[in-house]
């Protein structure tokens, strides 16, 4: 038997990938039309950004043969103006990093490093107040206090505000769950791209991949992985937290970087009906 084209293997993986995020687009009512002029203004943009000539202008007649974009919709979409930033992106980062340094900072950790509860204000030592002012001016620590509460990600008892042991599970907001899912999806994506075309893989990307498990077994698995994962990630936030200030200075400090950890399961006797094998009905 022949071996399959590489095209094919590639589509083929392609539609692996599409097919969750077809899921997600159908059930917050983002139709196959609008999809589609979604991807044709992505299509633009990546050809104009990463497929550019040196010392050439970008034409839409160029683009346009990249990608079989219509020239007339290139140059629609390069005409129309960049977003600006998202509020949602500037409230769900402000938090990210209230979180962050409370949980990396030396004066808001026991000696365990475990974070401390904060006193709202205080005349000497760390405070809740002084925290979210270590961040930013630009937001006022009340604001920044209602919305963890509202979010289940503190609790305020006896004047102290505790930050809870989950909290790096993540916003239960719906709107900063969606920022979540497109920053950490898209470098995930961004990383794994970049190694596909690389001959040496830039990026570490590594999954351990086990089947023919029972569901008991999972659990304790995924249990470990909860606990495994939990610990990495404080640890990275802390040796993050003190480069980052020992980096703010730095002229060449412009980088960024990002570090997530994920855990799927399925039971494979049941996954021909989620993936809509059976039989076909016509109408």
């Known amino acids: 038997m022949a071996d399959e084209p590489a095209e094919n293997v590639f589509i083929k993986g392609v539609q692996s990938v599409l097919r969750p995020l077809v899921r997600a687009l159908i059930s917050q009512g983002v139709t196959a039309p609008a999809l589609y002029r979604m991807i044709k203004r992505i299509y633009v943009e990546v050809a104009e950004q990463d497929f550019s000539l040196d010392n050439a202008r970008q034409t839409d007649s160029r683009i346009s043969m990249l990608t079989g974009v219509h ?39 026991d000696i365990d490093g475990r974070p401390i509860p904060l006193p709202r204000t205080a005349e000497a030592g760390p405070s809740f107040d002084a ?16 919305e963890l509460l509202r979010q289940g ?9 505790h930050l809870r042991a989950d909290a790096f599970l993540g916003p239960t907001d ?12 898209g470098d995930h994506i961004t990383a794994a791209v970049d190694n596909l075309l690389s001959d040496e893989p830039p990026f570490m990307e590594r ?10 077994s999972i659990d304790a698995l995924e249990d470990e992985a909860r ?23 730095a002229p060449d400090g412009t980088h960024r970087f990002r570090f997530g950890v994920y855990f799927y399961r399925e039971d494979e006797a049941t996954s021909d009906t989620k993936t809509g094998a059976g039989d076909n009905e016509e109408d």
């Open 153 to 161: 990600l503190v609790v305020q008892e006896d004047d102290l505000i």
């Open 207 to 216: 999954a351990v991949f086990y089947n023919r498990l029972t569901s008991d």
């Open 131 to 146: 925290l979210v002012r270590s961040v930013s001016t630009d937001i006022r620590p009340r604001t920044v206090l209602d």
């Open 174 to 185: 719906p709107d900063q769950k969606v920022y979540f899912f497109a920053e950490n999806l």
């Open 227 to 249: 606990d495994v994962a939990g610990s990495v990630l404080v640890r990275l936030n802390e040796l993050a937290h003190k480069n980052q200030e020992r980096d703010l200075d």
């Open 71 to 109: 020239r007339g919709d290139v140059r629609s979409f390069r005409k129309d103006d960049l977003p600006a930033v998202d509020a949602v992106q500037e409230k769900t980062t402000t938090l990210a990093s209230v979180l962050g340094r409370w949980l990396a900072g030396e004066q808001t950790r």
